[in-house]
């Protein structure tokens, strides 16, 4: 059964860090692309980053380019989403989800590329 589980996530001031973790078992993904997406209250879910199967390319969102950093250990079937310089904007629910598309050198941005998700972690910005 494949899974994927983030942690990471919880109340932080504006300004600080947090660093997201999602672990994915069941099979590997080691060549598939990798994304964060992430929901607000009372909106639909978005991209905010993706990664390619080799870690060579990465993709972001306008609103947390230069603020979010994407990583990934394809041995520890890990993939990470540093998040600095947080706002209350940020506040959301950040799902890890796994691409089907196989060693594609373009990190995908849509939600229909996306075959496999994690139940998501909660991040909550305070002013």
């Known amino acids: 059964q494949v899974q994927l589980v983030e942690s990471g996530g919880g109340l932080v001031q504006a300004g600080g860090s947090l660093r997201l973790s999602c672990v994915a078992s069941?099979?590997?993904?080691?060549?598939?692309?990798m994304g964060w997406f992430r929901q607000a209250p009372g909106k639909e879910r978005e991209f905010v980053a993706s990664i390619a199967w080799s870690g060579g390319n990465t993709a972001y969102a306008d609103s947390v380019q230069d603020r979010f950093t994407i990583s990934r250990d394809n041995a520890k079937s890990t993939v990470y989403l540093q998040i600095n310089s947080l706002k209350p904007d940020d506040t959301a629910v950040y799902y890890c989800a796994a691409s089907q598309l196989y060693r594609s050198t373009l990190p995908p941005r849509g939600q229909y590329q996306y075959a496999y998700w994690g139940q998501g972690t909660q991040v909550t910005v305070s002013a």
């Open positions: 069941g099979r590997t993904f080691s060549n598939n692309a």
